[in-house]
């Protein structure tokens, strides 16, 4: 019950919506709760595939924001769900960073996502966009349709 409030659900709400729309926008492959090996290195929370391109979602229910890198939860998401894209999915990988922020803070986590060395930077869905299923649904088409 206890990893089910602190964010389970959110995985949960994000894996199914994706089923949802999958034959819409041509997702081949989801799965939630991707562990590396035996030893789980690291879990992914959630990852689907469409013409051989990895889509990873992290989701987080920190709905706090702060630009400091070590302070933010959301932010360290961010960095590391892009960072574990690449490495399980290649260049052409796609991150998604899933959480419970207000649209306010967005386009400041969107910048400080982007690195300087290029890249391109994890896409960002915030609270606002997760309260309405329809929406959100509509939200994830548009990162698959793209």
């Given at each position: 019950?206890?990893?089910?409030i602190?964010g389970?659900f959110?995985?949960e709400?994000i894996?199914?919506?994706?089923?949802?729309?999958?034959?819409?926008?041509?997702?081949?492959?989801?799965?939630?709760?991707?562990?590396?090996?035996?030893?789980?290195?690291?879990?992914?929370?959630v990852?689907?595939?469409?013409?051989?391109?990895?889509?990873?979602?992290s989701?987080t229910?920190?709905?706090?924001?702060?630009?400091?890198?070590?302070?933010?939860?959301?932010?360290?998401k961010?960095f590391?769900?892009?960072?574990?894209?690449?490495?399980?999915?290649?260049k052409?990988?796609?991150?998604?960073?899933?959480?419970c922020?207000?649209?306010?803070f967005?386009s400041?986590?969107?910048?400080?996502?982007?690195?300087?060395?290029?890249?391109?930077?994890?896409?960002?869905?915030?609270?606002?966009?997760?309260?309405d299923?329809?929406?959100?649904?509509n939200?994830?088409?548009?990162?698959?349709?793209?």
């Amino acid at each position: 019950l206890q990893s089910f409030i602190t964010g389970d659900f959110l995985e949960e709400y994000i894996f199914k919506c994706l089923n949802e729309i999958k034959e819409e926008v041509g997702i081949y492959e989801i799965v939630w709760s991707l562990k590396n090996g035996k030893d789980a290195k690291f879990e992914v929370d959630v990852v689907a595939s469409k013409n051989n391109n990895l889509y990873l979602f992290s989701c987080t229910t920190d709905n706090s924001y702060t630009t400091d890198k070590k302070k933010s939860i959301v932010k360290n998401k961010g960095f590391e769900a892009k960072e574990r894209a690449t490495q399980i999915g290649g260049k052409n990988a796609k991150a998604i960073v899933v959480s419970c922020i207000s649209e306010d803070f967005k386009s400041a986590l969107e910048d400080d996502l982007k690195e300087k060395k290029g890249g391109v930077p994890p896409e960002v869905i915030v609270y606002e966009d997760l309260i309405d299923k329809e929406a959100l649904k509509n939200r994830l088409k548009g990162i698959f349709i793209k």
